[in-house]
């Protein structure tokens, strides 16, 4: 949860800064990146790929 309210407080900025829009990168060796990597993503709870 740390790391989302890390997104959200920056989304926020950005929004009061006048920008509409944000891009989050995913590219290789980002955090991100390794949850849609099943070679790392080991996890078994559901996750927003696996829900409807």
């Known amino acids: 949860m740390r790391c989302r309210g890390g997104f959200e407080a920056a989304a926020a900025r950005i929004r009061k800064a ?16 390794q ?11 559901p996750t927003l790929t696996s829900i409807g």
């Open 18 to 33: 006048g920008l509409d829009g944000i891009e989050v990168v995913t590219s290789n060796g980002y955090l991100i990146a």
């Open 35 to 45: 949850f849609f990597n099943p070679r790392v993503n080991i996890r078994t709870e």
